[in-house]
């Protein structure tokens, strides 16, 4: 199986902060990799796949970027309705895997 | 507009089944791979099992380990999870998701998930 391993677990910052969470996989997963969002209470949603693509309707400041088996998910600029528990997920092979999640919170 | 809503979630005693549907509209249901997709309370995301828009081909997570079986009447269009010899392990909210692509995809869309509650 592919272990998926994400860092911070945790994250504090404010508004108007750059974030930066880092997904790291067991292998290489040859960027077939996505990025989810999830608030308390309610379903994850999509905001990136395939490493580095946009889902429709996602805000221009969240993006993808790396290949093999290091990947980020990066906030440009903090906003309110962005805090929450950022998941990624590889889908390379099965089983399919998740991270274990980085909450980003207020500071 | 994709919607998804899942139902069948409740309370089981340990050693009890249940059979979870989700309900799906908005796309073509029989062209797309669906999975479910489950968290326990207070913990992270873990795929549970998914199946191709033919029914053809299933999948499992390895701790499923023949007690769950996913099928799906894309007729009706709606996904199933038979879930048996339940343990409390297996509480947690159950996501039906929609895949893009193949079966082995990321989700695009999640229904608001049902929760099963694995109690004596």
């Known amino acids: 199986d592919i272990q998926m391993t994400q860092s911070p677990s945790t994250l504090s910052a404010s508004v108007g902060d750059r974030v930066t969470i880092t997904c790291r996989a067991s292998q290489s997963l040859s960027g077939w990799l996505a990025w989810y969002q999830q608030k308390p209470g309610k379903a994850p949603k999509l905001l990136i796949y395939t490493a580095s693509t946009l889902q429709s309707g996602v805000p221009s400041r969240f993006s993808g970027s790396g290949s093999g088996t290091e990947f980020t998910l990066t906030i440009s600029s903090l906003q309110p309705d962005d805090f929450a528990t950022y998941y990624c997920q590889q889908y390379h092979s099965y089983p399919l895997t998740f991270g274990g999640g980085t909450k980003v919170d207020i500071k | 507009e994709v919607h998804l809503l899942e139902f069948g979630g409740g309370l089981v005693q340990p050693g009890g089944s249940l059979r979870l549907s989700c309900a799906a509209s908005?796309?073509?249901?029989?062209?797309?791979?669906m999975s479910w997709v489950r968290q326990a309370p207070g913990k992270g995301l873990e795929w549970v099992s998914g199946?191709?828009?033919?029914?053809?081909?299933?999948n499992y997570a390895d701790f499923v380990k023949g007690r769950f079986t996913i099928s799906r009447d894309n007729s009706k269009n709606t996904l199933y999870l038979q879930v048996h010899n339940l343990r409390a392990e297996d509480t947690a909210v159950y996501y039906c998701t929609k895949m893009v692509g193949g079966t082995i995809a990321n989700f695009d869309y999640w229904g608001q998930g049902t929760l099963v509650t694995v109690s004596s």
């Open positions: 199946i191709s828009g033919s029914g053809a081909r299933t």
């Open positions: 908005g796309f073509t249901f029989s062209t797309c791979a």
